[in-house]
T-cell receptor, first 111, second 114 residues
């Protein structure tokens, strides 16, 4: 099972771009990288998933280098409502049942 | 509305008094799982169920039991709760055990064991 390492916390200001990097050195060939967002008093919710290169949706972008040992979640022009905990999860055909979330990154967006 | 429903939302109990936290999903998902969330430790998986016939331990199964008698329900059972099980609990489901499918989480159950 691929374990992940993320920064515990990050601060930003409204309007800035925020990049959160996740390290997953033992990622397997069939593993995907998924990010979840958790607001206070709520369950986590899926925001983006990728396998390689770059994925973009209406919420965020996900950058994955060729060696896939890390990934970067990019949030463009954050607002106060982006204050949340962000979890990186690596999963694939070798561990489709057992899941290991990391500690998550608490992002605090300031006015 | 597609959702994962947990009950109760808040629960205060005493050491040793058996309790059950219910989890139900209305999306016909095969896979369901339970997590606990503690400050500084993130989300840790307790148990998971690939389908109604297969249930297995996650990272922190000690002190917990689960039951998957039907596809939509996956209750978490604490036979003899202890204070170290005070935590925020989440149930989640996903369509199957495919690796490119997202998890849907419930709103959480805050449990306090005195």
């Amino acid at each position: 099972l691929a374990k992940t390492t993320q920064p515990i916390s990050m601060d930003s200001y409204e309007g800035q771009e925020v990049n959160i990097t996740c390290s997953h050195n033992n990622i397997a060939t069939n593993d995907y990288i998924t990010w979840y967002q958790q607001f206070p008093s709520q369950g986590p919710r899926f925001i983006i998933q990728g396998y390689k290169t770059k994925v973009t949706n209406e919420v965020a972008s996900l950058f994955i280098p060729a060696d896939r040992k890390s990934s970067t979640l990019s949030l463009p022009r954050v607002s106060l409502s982006d204050t949340a905990v962000y979890y990186c999860l690596v999963w694939g055909s070798s561990n489709t049942g057992k899941l290991i979330f990391g500690q998550g990154t608490t992002l605090q967006v300031k006015p | 509305e597609a959702q994962v429903t947990q009950n109760p939302r808040y629960l205060i109990t005493v050491t040793g008094k058996k309790l059950t936290v219910t989890c139900s999903q209305n999306m016909n998902h095969e896979y369901m799982s339970w997590y606990r969330q503690d400050p500084g430790l993130g989300l840790r998986q307790i148990y998971y169920s690939m389908n109604v016939e297969v249930t297995d331990k996650g990272d922190v199964p000690e002190g917990y039991k689960v039951s998957r008698k039907e596809k939509r329900n996956f209750p978490l059972i604490l036979e003899s709760p202890s204070p170290n099980q005070t935590s925020l609990y989440f149930c989640a489901s996903r369509p199957s055990y495919g690796f490119n499918e997202k998890l849907f989480f419930g709103s959480g159950t805050q449990l306090s064991v005195l």
